[in-house]
């Protein structure tokens, strides 16, 4: 992920606190609010991540706005439009909007992304090439705020250690080894990727 701005974090609020991070450009405003983990009472890089981020995304849509970058503002203004429906769609009894957790933030952003992937693929095969190119465009926006994706090597090591964990040996132990795969890894790769991995291990 590219860091553009630097943000100094002079004390941070007590765990399970929110950090309401506003974020106004010339024609709109709208807030996202983050939670970080209970463990997170240092400065964490996980809260760093966030804050980065979310500011990054700001700062970016009003870059864009000055450098009437039609591509980078669409894309931009279209992943805030993600954020904030994860926002509502989350909503509780209350009519509170819900926090936005780092894994469920990067769940959106790589949502985008697979969009992107896929419309590109489509195009493809369609012989749209200008519709690729619009669409490569955009991801290339939106990667920008992923961090590098896990390694093949880490994520066979945290497969092991939950077969391990849990005592898997075969193809009925599955459902035993996906729950707390997937729980562990969501919002960091993709969810077929790990039952083939999974599926492999327990068959060998």
Known sequence: MT???EIRLQKLPPPHSNIRIQRATEDTEAS?????????STC??????LCFMLNQLTE???????????????TLRSLRAALQKKQIDGRDGSGEEAELSEQEVLTVIRKEAKQRKESIEQFEEGGRDDLVAK????????????P????DEKLHAIIDDI?????????ADMGRVMGPAMSKLRGQVDGGRVQQ????????
């Open 3 to 5: 860091i553009r701005n």
């Open 32 to 40: 996202i609010r983050v939670r970080y983990p209970a463990e997170a």
């Open 44 to 49: 964490t890089a996980t809260l760093i991540f």
């Open 60 to 74: 970016d849509i009003k870059d864009a706005m000055r450098a009437k970058d039609k591509v980078r503002l669409r």
């Open 135 to 146: 669409e490569q465009e955009e991801l290339n926006v939106l990667e920008e705020y992923l």
């Open 148 to 151: 590098d994706p896990l390694s």
């Open 163 to 171: 077969i391990e964990e849990t005592g898997a040996s075969s193809m």
């Open 197 to 204: 991995i999974v599926k492999d291990k327990l068959m060998g």
